[in-house]
C-alpha cells in the first residue's frame, strides 16, 4: 500500500476505483472512511466492495498510532487527526465532493473535521473563507473546489458521559497492568451480539486472531484512547444549532447521518441519538447488531448507508 508525508507524520493510505462494471449512472464520488480506535484501514474490509461496486471511489487509510501510519508520541486529540485527514486530501490533490463516514473514534475525528474545516463561502475576491472552530481559515479558490458532501457519524456521541468515561480508564488500567490485546479481547465481548458467539463460530475465531494479531503497544493505544476520552463536541454543536447552522456547512439539512447499531452497549445507542439531536437537520438511522454492526451484519450497514447517498443523489438531481 502506498504512503506519502503529510502534516509531518507518513500516512498509509488505500485509494481505490469504482469496479469496472459500476453502474454508468454513478458519478464516481469519492467516499473518505475514518477508522475507529485501534483499528487500521482493513476495518472497512466488509464495506468496500459493496462501496466500489456501486460506483464510488474509496478512499481508506491507518490514523497516526496504527498501523503503517507513524507513531508518534501521544497523546492525539481529534483535532490533530482531522489534521492528518485534511493534509492527506491536500497531498492527494482530492478536489470536489466527497462523502465523509467515521466509525466510533473515526466519528469524532469526523466531526472535527467539519467544525474545522467547513465547506467554504466565495467572498467574492479570489478566495474562500471558512469560519472553523479555532476561528476565520483562509484559503485559496483551488482547495474551494473540494467540498463536503455528506457526513455520516456512525457507532458515536457528542460526549462520552459517565458510562463511557469510566469504561475507558478501565481500558487504560488494563492496558497498562496486562496488555493492549486484553482489552481487545474484553472489547470483542461486548462489541458482537450473543447470537454471533452461539452460531458463528468460525468469523470469532478470526476476530479472535486478528486482535491478537493487533500490532499495537501500549503508548500509541493509550494516545488514540485520549482521543475518545476528551473530546466533546457539545459546545461547538449547540452553537451552530442555536444560529441554525449546518455542520461543515454542508448547505442543507438531510445532508448528515448519525448511524447506530440498534443494540450497541460500547457506545450506547442513546448517545447517538443525543448527537444526532444536537446536529441541525440530520437523519437518525439503526441498523442491526451492536458495536461492530459493520462486521456483524455488513449487508445492512452497507445497504443502509448507500441508500443515504442515494437519496441524496437524487434530492440533488430535483434542485
Known amino acids: 500500500m502506498p504512503t506519502l508525508e503529510a502534516n509531518g507524520i507518513k500516512i498509509n493510505y488505500l485509494l481505490e476505483p469504482p469496479t469496472s462494471h459500476a453502474a454508468e449512472s454513478t458519478t464516481g464520488d469519492l467516499v473518505v472512511l475514518i477508522n475507529g480506535l485501534a483499528d487500521d484501514l482493513t476495518t472497512w474490509s466488509a464495506q468496500v466492495p459493496a462501496f466500489l461496486e456501486a460506483g464510488y471511489r474509496v478512499l481508506r487509510y491507518d490514523n497516526r ?7 508518534p508520541p501521544g497523546p492525539y486529540t481529534s483535532e490533530l487527526l482531522a489534521d492528518d485527514l485534511h493534509a492527506l486530501l491536500e497531498a ?5 465532493g466527497f462523502h465523509l463516514v467515521g466509525v466510533s473514534m473515526g466519528g469524532m475525528i469526523a466531526q472535527s473535521f467539519a467544525l474545522h474545516y467547513p465547506n467554504p463561502k466565495s467572498s467574492g475576491t479570489g478566495t474562500t473563507t471558512a469560519t472553523a472552530a479555532g476561528g476565520e481559515v483562509q484559503r485559496n ?13 456512525c457507532c458515536t456521541y457528542a460526549q462520552p458521559t459517565t458510562f463511557c468515561s469510566r469504561m475507558f480508564e478501565l481500558w487504560a488500567e488494563m492496558a497498562q497492568r496486562m496488555s493492549v490485546k486484553d482489552v481487545m479481547r474484553d472489547v470483542t465481548l461486548w462489541a458482537f451480539t450473543v447470537p454471533f458467539f452461539r452460531t458463528r463460530t468460525d468469523e470469532l475465531r478470526e476476530v479472535e486472531e486478528g486482535m491478537q494479531n493487533l500490532g499495537m503497544d501500549v503508548p500509541e493505544y493509550l494516545a488514540q484512547l485520549n482521543v475518545v476520552q476528551k473530546f466533546d463536541s457539545t459546545s461547538a454543536l ?17 445532508r448528515c447521518l448519525v448511524l447506530a447499531g ?6 450506547p445507542v442513546v448517545l447517538s441519538r443525543e448527537l444526532a439531536e444536537r446536529i441541525e437537520g440530520s437523519r437518525f438511522l439503526t441498523v442491526k447488531g451492536g458495536h461492530a454492526c459493520m462486521w456483524e451484519f455488513p449487508e445492512d450497514f452497507n445497504k443502509t448507508f448507500l441508500r443515504f447517498l442515494e437519496e441524496w443523489r437524487e434530492d440533488k438531481k430535483n434542485v
Open 65 to 71: 498510532g496504527i498501523g503503517k501510519t507513524s507513531r
Open 262 to 267: 440498534k443494540t450497541d452497549i460500547l457506545i
Open 92 to 96: 492527494l490533490g482530492v478536489r470536489g
Open 238 to 254: 449547540e452553537s451552530l444549532q442555536s444560529e441554525e447552522k449546518i455542520l461543515g456547512n454542508l448547505g442543507e439539512a438531510g
Open 141 to 153: 479558490g483551488s482547495e474551494g473546489r473540494r467540498r463536503l458532501l455528506t457526513l455520516s457519524l
